[in-house]
T-cell receptor, first 116, second 112 residues
Framework: AQSVTQLDSHVSVSEGTPVLLRCNYS??????LFWYVQHPNKGLQLLLK??????LVKGINGFEAEFKKSETSFHLTKPSAHMSDAAEYFC??????????????FGKGTKLSVKP | KAGVTQTPRYLIKTRGQQVTLSCSPI?????VSWYQQTPGQGLQFLFE???????NKGNFPGRFSGRQFSNSRSEMNVSTLELGDSALYLC???????????FGPGTRLLVL
Protein backbone atom coordinates (compact mmCIF):
# COMPACT_ATOMS: atom_id res chain seq x y z
CA ALA A 1 0.00 0.00 0.00
CA GLN A 2 1.12 3.52 -0.68
CA SER A 3 0.48 6.72 1.20
CA VAL A 4 1.90 10.19 1.48
CA THR A 5 1.86 12.60 4.41
CA GLN A 6 2.43 16.31 4.05
CA LEU A 7 3.57 17.44 7.44
CA ASP A 8 2.32 21.03 7.25
CA SER A 9 -1.10 22.12 6.05
CA HIS A 10 0.02 25.75 5.84
CA VAL A 11 3.43 27.38 5.49
CA SER A 12 4.02 31.12 5.51
CA VAL A 13 7.30 32.72 4.39
CA SER A 14 8.52 36.18 3.50
CA GLU A 15 9.46 37.01 -0.07
CA GLY A 16 13.14 36.28 -0.67
CA THR A 17 13.44 33.69 2.14
CA PRO A 18 13.81 29.92 1.65
CA VAL A 19 10.85 27.59 1.23
CA LEU A 20 10.64 24.10 2.75
CA LEU A 21 7.56 21.93 2.24
CA ARG A 22 7.81 18.56 3.94
CA CYS A 23 6.57 15.22 2.63
CA ASN A 24 6.95 11.66 3.92
CA TYR A 25 5.85 8.67 1.89
CA SER A 26 5.12 5.00 2.31
CA UNK A 27 5.32 2.51 -0.52
CA UNK A 28 5.55 -1.26 -0.72
CA UNK A 29 7.25 -1.08 -4.10
CA UNK A 30 9.73 1.16 -5.82
CA UNK A 31 7.95 4.51 -5.76
CA UNK A 32 7.76 7.39 -8.16
CA LEU A 33 7.30 10.69 -6.40
CA PHE A 34 6.02 14.01 -7.67
CA TRP A 35 5.30 17.52 -6.54
CA TYR A 36 2.39 19.32 -8.19
CA VAL A 37 1.29 22.92 -7.66
CA GLN A 38 -2.23 24.28 -7.91
CA HIS A 39 -2.88 27.99 -8.18
CA PRO A 40 -6.37 29.23 -7.24
CA ASN A 41 -9.03 28.10 -9.70
CA LYS A 42 -6.44 26.41 -11.86
CA GLY A 43 -5.53 22.81 -12.63
CA LEU A 44 -2.48 20.99 -11.36
CA GLN A 45 0.94 21.71 -12.77
CA LEU A 46 3.88 19.33 -12.43
CA LEU A 47 6.83 20.88 -10.59
CA LEU A 48 9.17 17.89 -10.59
CA LYS A 49 9.31 14.11 -10.41
CA UNK A 50 11.57 11.40 -9.03
CA UNK A 51 11.71 8.03 -10.78
CA UNK A 52 14.76 6.26 -9.29
CA UNK A 53 17.41 8.20 -11.16
CA UNK A 54 19.26 11.02 -9.35
CA UNK A 55 18.06 11.53 -5.78
CA LEU A 56 18.23 15.32 -6.09
CA VAL A 57 15.60 16.40 -8.55
CA LYS A 58 15.42 19.85 -10.08
CA GLY A 59 12.10 21.20 -11.22
CA ILE A 60 10.60 24.31 -12.71
CA ASN A 61 10.67 27.81 -11.20
CA GLY A 62 13.73 27.08 -9.05
CA PHE A 63 12.18 24.28 -7.00
CA GLU A 64 14.03 21.10 -6.15
CA ALA A 65 13.44 18.03 -3.99
CA GLU A 66 15.65 15.34 -2.51
CA PHE A 67 14.61 11.70 -2.30
CA LYS A 68 15.86 10.17 0.97
CA LYS A 69 15.02 6.49 1.14
CA SER A 70 16.34 6.03 4.70
CA GLU A 71 14.01 8.77 5.93
CA THR A 72 11.18 8.01 3.44
CA SER A 73 11.07 11.71 2.70
CA PHE A 74 10.77 13.87 -0.40
CA HIS A 75 10.87 17.48 0.82
CA LEU A 76 10.42 20.37 -1.61
CA THR A 77 12.70 23.38 -1.35
CA LYS A 78 13.36 26.70 -3.03
CA PRO A 79 16.18 29.07 -2.04
CA SER A 80 14.19 32.28 -2.41
CA ALA A 81 10.40 32.62 -2.39
CA HIS A 82 8.59 34.82 -4.87
CA MET A 83 5.10 36.24 -4.51
CA SER A 84 3.98 34.14 -7.48
CA ASP A 85 4.85 30.96 -5.53
CA ALA A 86 1.79 31.42 -3.33
CA ALA A 87 -0.35 28.36 -4.12
CA GLU A 88 -1.21 24.91 -2.85
CA TYR A 89 1.41 22.19 -3.25
CA PHE A 90 0.73 18.48 -3.41
CA CYS A 91 3.17 15.65 -2.80
CA UNK A 92 2.19 12.60 -4.82
CA UNK A 93 3.30 8.96 -4.82
CA UNK A 94 2.66 6.16 -7.20
CA UNK A 95 4.07 2.71 -7.58
CA UNK A 96 6.01 1.27 -10.45
CA UNK A 97 4.37 -2.07 -9.74
CA UNK A 98 2.78 -3.50 -12.82
CA UNK A 99 4.19 -0.75 -15.02
CA UNK A 100 1.16 1.45 -14.48
CA UNK A 101 1.16 4.91 -12.99
CA UNK A 102 -2.51 5.56 -13.54
CA UNK A 103 -3.23 5.75 -9.84
CA UNK A 104 -1.68 8.78 -8.17
CA UNK A 105 -1.95 9.02 -4.38
CA PHE A 106 -2.09 12.64 -3.25
CA GLY A 107 -1.14 14.20 0.03
CA LYS A 108 -3.61 16.58 1.68
CA GLY A 109 -1.71 19.59 0.33
CA THR A 110 0.31 22.43 1.82
CA LYS A 111 -0.88 25.96 1.30
CA LEU A 112 2.08 28.29 0.82
CA SER A 113 1.62 31.96 1.64
CA VAL A 114 4.30 34.51 0.69
CA LYS A 115 4.40 37.81 2.55
CA PRO A 116 5.86 40.91 0.89
CA LYS B 1 0.86 21.16 -28.42
CA ALA B 2 -2.58 21.77 -26.92
CA GLY B 3 -3.03 20.73 -23.30
CA VAL B 4 -5.71 18.63 -21.69
CA THR B 5 -9.14 20.14 -22.15
CA GLN B 6 -12.23 19.52 -20.09
CA THR B 7 -15.81 20.45 -20.81
CA PRO B 8 -17.87 21.93 -19.40
CA ARG B 9 -15.86 24.04 -16.96
CA TYR B 10 -18.80 24.65 -14.63
CA LEU B 11 -21.99 22.74 -14.05
CA ILE B 12 -24.95 23.04 -11.72
CA LYS B 13 -27.24 20.06 -11.21
CA THR B 14 -29.87 18.98 -8.71
CA ARG B 15 -29.94 15.85 -6.58
CA GLY B 16 -31.01 12.75 -8.45
CA GLN B 17 -29.93 13.99 -11.85
CA GLN B 18 -27.07 12.53 -13.81
CA VAL B 19 -24.11 14.29 -15.39
CA THR B 20 -21.51 13.57 -18.06
CA LEU B 21 -18.12 15.26 -18.09
CA SER B 22 -15.72 15.18 -21.02
CA CYS B 23 -11.94 15.13 -21.24
CA SER B 24 -9.78 15.47 -24.35
CA PRO B 25 -6.20 14.36 -23.71
CA ILE B 26 -3.00 15.74 -25.16
CA UNK B 27 -2.53 14.50 -28.71
CA UNK B 28 -0.80 11.11 -28.69
CA UNK B 29 -1.64 10.33 -25.07
CA UNK B 30 -3.49 7.05 -24.59
CA UNK B 31 -4.06 7.07 -20.85
CA VAL B 32 -6.71 9.21 -19.16
CA SER B 33 -7.22 9.29 -15.39
CA TRP B 34 -9.99 11.00 -13.43
CA TYR B 35 -9.77 12.53 -9.96
CA GLN B 36 -12.23 14.14 -7.57
CA GLN B 37 -11.10 17.10 -5.46
CA THR B 38 -13.10 18.22 -2.43
CA PRO B 39 -12.11 20.36 0.58
CA GLY B 40 -12.78 17.49 2.97
CA GLN B 41 -11.30 14.49 1.16
CA GLY B 42 -8.69 16.21 -0.98
CA LEU B 43 -7.72 14.66 -4.30
CA GLN B 44 -8.93 11.11 -4.83
CA PHE B 45 -8.39 8.79 -7.78
CA LEU B 46 -11.54 7.67 -9.58
CA PHE B 47 -10.35 5.53 -12.48
CA GLU B 48 -7.91 5.25 -15.35
CA UNK B 49 -8.53 4.27 -18.95
CA UNK B 50 -5.91 3.11 -21.40
CA UNK B 51 -6.70 2.16 -24.99
CA UNK B 52 -10.44 2.11 -24.25
CA UNK B 53 -10.08 -0.25 -21.28
CA UNK B 54 -10.42 0.57 -17.62
CA UNK B 55 -7.05 -0.28 -16.12
CA ASN B 56 -7.33 0.99 -12.54
CA LYS B 57 -10.25 1.91 -10.33
CA GLY B 58 -10.45 3.85 -7.10
CA ASN B 59 -12.80 3.36 -4.18
CA PHE B 60 -15.94 5.08 -5.45
CA PRO B 61 -19.50 3.75 -5.74
CA GLY B 62 -20.84 2.33 -8.96
CA ARG B 63 -22.69 5.59 -9.64
CA PHE B 64 -19.36 6.82 -10.99
CA SER B 65 -18.49 5.36 -14.35
CA GLY B 66 -16.40 6.23 -17.32
CA ARG B 67 -15.41 5.26 -20.79
CA GLN B 68 -12.78 6.02 -23.35
CA PHE B 69 -13.19 6.31 -27.08
CA SER B 70 -10.89 5.18 -29.87
CA ASN B 71 -9.48 8.73 -30.19
CA SER B 72 -8.56 8.57 -26.45
CA ARG B 73 -11.17 11.13 -25.43
CA SER B 74 -12.82 10.12 -22.20
CA GLU B 75 -16.13 10.75 -20.51
CA MET B 76 -17.09 10.39 -16.89
CA ASN B 77 -20.68 9.85 -15.82
CA VAL B 78 -22.21 10.26 -12.40
CA SER B 79 -25.76 8.99 -11.97
CA THR B 80 -28.24 9.81 -9.20
CA LEU B 81 -26.28 12.82 -8.02
CA GLU B 82 -25.88 13.49 -4.30
CA LEU B 83 -24.97 16.72 -2.56
CA GLY B 84 -21.61 15.19 -1.65
CA ASP B 85 -20.71 14.83 -5.32
CA SER B 86 -20.12 18.58 -5.48
CA ALA B 87 -16.44 18.81 -6.33
CA LEU B 88 -13.80 19.75 -8.83
CA TYR B 89 -13.32 16.87 -11.24
CA LEU B 90 -9.90 16.72 -12.83
CA CYS B 91 -8.71 14.57 -15.64
CA UNK B 92 -5.12 13.87 -16.52
CA UNK B 93 -3.53 12.31 -19.57
CA UNK B 94 -0.26 10.55 -20.18
CA UNK B 95 1.42 8.39 -22.75
CA UNK B 96 0.76 5.48 -20.43
CA UNK B 97 3.07 3.23 -18.49
CA UNK B 98 5.44 5.18 -16.28
CA UNK B 99 4.95 8.54 -17.96
CA UNK B 100 3.99 11.77 -16.21
CA UNK B 101 0.33 12.77 -16.00
CA UNK B 102 -0.70 16.19 -17.25
CA PHE B 103 -3.84 17.72 -15.77
CA GLY B 104 -6.67 19.67 -17.30
CA PRO B 105 -8.26 22.74 -15.65
CA GLY B 106 -11.11 20.70 -14.21
CA THR B 107 -14.89 20.76 -14.22
CA ARG B 108 -16.48 22.29 -11.16
CA LEU B 109 -19.75 20.50 -10.37
CA LEU B 110 -22.26 21.93 -7.91
CA VAL B 111 -25.14 19.71 -6.82
CA LEU B 112 -28.10 21.50 -5.26
Amino acid sequence: AQSVTQLDSHVSVSEGTPVLLRCNYSSSYSPSLFWYVQHPNKGLQLLLKYTSAATLVKGINGFEAEFKKSETSFHLTKPSAHMSDAAEYFCVVTSNYGGSQGNLIFGKGTKLSVKP
Amino acid sequence: KAGVTQTPRYLIKTRGQQVTLSCSPISGHRSVSWYQQTPGQGLQFLFEYFSETQRNKGNFPGRFSGRQFSNSRSEMNVSTLELGDSALYLCASSLGGLETQYFGPGTRLLVL
